[in-house]
């Protein structure tokens, strides 16, 4: 009998994820292993560690469950709807964890700062997302605002709406991001366009724009950086 036919209770006992998981921490568990116990059970051909490989291996892996509606979920043999609502709701509290900050002030002094702080919630995103990072004297983050969802160009990201918001919101300076769905965060003659024409709006203002982070698939460009600003 093949080891993928094995049921759960099939498996050694010290072999089985989630006792796995209770002795030693969910640390020590490899990702099909994590989504094996969220999964519980497998198919009639699968165990629950089987049909978790599978997914991983031929689903770009992590991505693929970041990025997948619940309805690209639950047509995966296996998978159907109650399972593809528990992983969703599973990557969306991790997501929130991630993102999650008590009372704690979040201070920016590199684009290093900023990336850690919008990459996991950007990176996966199959749309190009806009954010416009509100920042105070002390470089201490007032409030992050999504902006646009598109394409990013000049008649989307109007300098009008972008200070606007600096304004109500009494920003000092302001940083501004988004993403590339193909991964690549090399930035666009569009890209450059924009952030060179709301820059010198800032300068008008009185608001100045610190940066533009252009996030990709867990790695980033600084203009400022590139000297770009």
Known sequence: MKSNNLSI????QNDRPRERL??????????????????????RNLNAISLAQNILSSKEGLKFLCSASVQELSSISGIGSAKAAIIKASIELG???RNFRTDEKIKITSPKDMAN?????????KKE??????LNTKNIVLDVSDLSIGTLNSSVVHPREVFYDAIKKTAYSIVICHNHPSGDPTPSSEDINVTNRLSEVGKIIGIELLDHLVIGDGVYVSFKEKGLI
């Open 22 to 43: 209770l002795k030693y921490g969910a640390e020590v568990l490899s990702n099909s292993e994590l989504l094996a116990v969220i999964l519980r059970t497998g198919t």
């Open 95 to 97: 997501r929130r964890l």
């Open 117 to 125: 702080m919008l990459m996991e919630d950007m990176r996966y995103l």
């Open 129 to 134: 997302h806009f954010r416009v990072v509100f």
């Open 9 to 12: 209770k099939e498996i050694p």
